[in-house]
């Protein structure tokens, strides 16, 4: 089975001065401006990282309860947060790290067996193996 989902950017202006819109295939985000002072300056509107960040806890989370099920358990709640962090470092920037934080109850296990799945579940999350090394492939039109 094969899924393709996409999203989508536009941008006029250079880079400080410019600005940009985020849009995805469900619509959740459609025209989400975006620009430098979003992504550099705290100015409101979304970036590239924190959307990188969300998808990963998602991803992850759903991964675990699926972990979970197949371990005979089931969460009442979990939360996940990723911190993505954007560094300048030669060449540019880069993202140096993708830290996931996780808060959960799961009733009838314990803290060991929580972490052991939750590891489990951080190596195989499709975004988290997207993230460790993918081939990236570039189409490229100039209109």
């Given at each position: 089975m094969q899924i393709n989902r996409t999203g989508s950017a536009q941008?006029?202006?250079g880079l400080k001065d410019g600005k940009g819109q985020i849009?995805?295939?469900?619509?959740?985000?459609?025209?989400?401006?975006y620009?430098?002072?979003?992504?550099?300056?705290?100015?409101?509107?979304t970036n590239p990282e924190e959307l990188i960040g969300a998808a990963h806890a998602g991803c992850f989370t759903m991964a675990?309860?699926?972990i979970l099920e197949?371990?005979?358990?089931?969460?009442?709640?979990?939360e996940t947060t990723a911190k993505v962090t954007l560094?300048?470092?030669?060449?540019?920037?880069?993202?140096?790290?993708?830290?996931l934080t996780l808060?959960?109850?799961?009733?009838?296990?314990?803290e060991r067996t929580f972490v052991e799945l939750a590891n489990k579940a951080k190596a195989g999350?499709?975004?988290?193996?997207?993230?460790?090394?993918?081939?990236?492939s570039l189409d490229v039109k100039l209109a």
């Open positions: 941008w006029s202006g849009s995805t295939q469900s619509s959740a985000l459609k025209h989400y401006p620009g430098f002072s979003s992504r550099f300056e705290g100015i409101p509107g675990l309860s699926l197949e371990a005979g358990l089931k969460a009442t709640d979990m560094e300048s470092v030669e060449g540019g920037f880069a993202i140096t790290a993708i830290h808060t959960g109850t799961v009733p009838n296990t314990d999350c499709p975004v988290s193996k997207a993230l460790s090394a993918v081939p990236i």
